[in-house]
């Protein structure tokens, strides 16, 4: 097994050998220091995602770029060597991370209309399709238009589930159902399924040959050998689509549902009242974030499937692909599977929480809520020290402790935020509900 580095730093003519500092820096940067930058570093990746999503709608905020310029330069050479300093500022990038997603929120709703509970298919319909998977609503919307009444279906994949439940998209018919279920099964989904693809943000694989002259970029996104389309004229994926075979009418397995907005919920804070006070909502879990092909990721599922009748799940991002094809049923009318949308929409469960906080007159660290939180990439960072920027206690987090986490920085977040590690579930589960009955 490779033995585990100290740090690892090869940013500057001086690094140790010609090759990289790995056990403490050239400079005098330690371990801890130069691990801290990296976490700084993967949290500002992800606010930047958000970020772009939000400028492709028009939506641009001058003071998270200035903390951007400023937490990029803070990880320069012989510029900052204050551990402390570094845990300051990923709590400001956790902080400048809710006012991107809460920009981003804005820009979604105020172009697309907040989103209302929808029901989604996950069979095929008869016809020429095109599957979209990533993040990008814009992109997705601009294909919608210019597919209307070519008789082409389209379908989303993973994150872009959440999409059908914006009015100003799925008023369009021909938006008829997502395929497949986390970014990972792509390969195998795009094989079986022969239609036109169209990638528009991270979490797109190298793809097989089988698919690549049928696939297409936009955005960010670039793949070797695969057409990428700068700009929203989307009119090769259309012909593409146009050239290959109809797909066969196939009705899914599920019908899944999306779509709850920060108004939905909260507009039945009354019902959720009295069911909690007549202890028949006992606890609320949010259960969410990345997926991974990890085997320890299938902690979610089986966490989930063990829970009390009397809990109610908030999820969100494509972790809850792990999920949301189990019928949890509803508590008088409250689902007790509530999807809240994209990762960038914790924001939406953050808010449900306040609104929840609010109606019992306690701190979120009060409520009968645990947070059981899915790691896979750099926007999960943003989005983890975003809720520990709202002094959020007591996430769980898996499937496994960051790398870059050493044992100074967890015990940091240990202490100060009381930040534990999934086990197993039915021990967890236990910790969970005796220690916070409402
Ligand atoms: S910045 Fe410091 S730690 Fe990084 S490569 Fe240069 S000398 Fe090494
Ligand atoms: S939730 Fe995370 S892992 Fe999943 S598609 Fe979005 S960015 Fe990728």
């Known amino acids: 097994m490779a033995e585990k580095l100290d740090m690892f730093c090869y940013q500057c003519s001086q690094t140790a050998g010609g090759t990289g500092c790995t056990v403490r820096g050239v400079c005098g940067k330690l371990p801890t220091v130069a691990r801290l930058q990296d976490n700084l570093i993967f949290a500002i ?6 970020l772009y999503h939000a400028r492709e709608l028009g939506y641009v905020d001058g003071e998270i770029d200035a903390f951007l310029e400023r ?3 803070s990880t320069f050479t012989n510029v900052n060597f204050d551990a402390e ?3 300051k500022l990923a709590i400001e990038a956790g902080e400048m991370n809710v006012r991107t997603m809460k920009l981003l929120k804005k820009a979604h709703i105020e172009t697309y209309g907040e989103p209302e509970p929808a029901k989604v298919q996950t069979g095929t319909v008869r016809g020429h399709g095109i599957i979209v ?3 990008s609503l814009k992109a997705l919307g601009e294909l919608l238009k210019q597919t209307e009444g070519t008789g082409i279906n389209v379908y989303t994949h993973s ?3 959440p999409a059908h439940g914006y009015p100003g998209l799925k008023k369009y018919k021909h938006l008829v159902g997502n395929l497949g279920k986390a970014w990972f099964d792509q390969k195998e989904l795009f094989s079986k399924c022969p239609v036109a693809i169209l990638g528009t943000s991270n979490c797109v694989l190298m793809p097989r040959e089988e698919y690549r002259a049928r696939m297409f970029t936009t955005g960010p996104i670039k793949l070797p050998d695969v057409q990428h389309i ?5 009119t090769p994926v259309i012909e593409k689509a146009r050239s290959l075979p109809e797909l066969e009418e196939k009705p899914g397995d599920v019908v899944l549902t999306t779509g709850f907005s920060t ?4 507009s039945l804070k009354d019902k959720i009242k009295e069911l909690v006070e007549a202890g028949k909502i006992r606890h609320f879990f949010l259960v969410g974030g990345c997926d991974s092909p990890l085997r320890k990721a299938e902690y979610y599922r089986e966490f989930v499937q063990q829970l009390p009748q009397d809990t109610v799940v908030i999820t969100l991002a494509c972790g809850k692909f792990r999920i949301n094809n189990l019928d949890l049923g509803d508590i008088e009318g409250i689902p007790r599977l509530i999807d809240v949308g994209q990762c960038n929409d914790s924001i939406v469960a953050i808010e449900i929480a306040e609104g929840l906080a609010e109606l019992f007159g306690v701190g979120i660290n009060e409520l009968p809520l645990t947070i059981v939180l899915s790691w896979m990439e750099q926007k999960a960072v943003a989005i983890l020290w975003s809720l520990l920027s709202l002094g959020v206690k007591g996430i769980y987090l898996g499937p496994i402790l960051p790398a870059w986490v050493n044992d100074d920085i967890l015990n940091v977040l240990k202490d100060n935020y009381d930040l534990r590690m999934i086990g197993n579930p039915e021990d967890d589960l236990k910790e969970m509900l005796n220690g916070r009955l409402p």
Do not use: C, P, R, W
Request: glycine fraction near 12%.
């Open 45 to 50: 990746k992800g606010i930047s995602a958000y």
């Open 71 to 73: 937490s990029f330069y």
């Open 85 to 87: 300093d570094f845990v």
């Open 133 to 135: 998977t990533g993040h």
């Open 159 to 161: 994150e872009l589930l």
């Open 230 to 234: 700068a700009g929203y004229d989307y």
């Open 263 to 266: 108004s939905t919920v909260l």
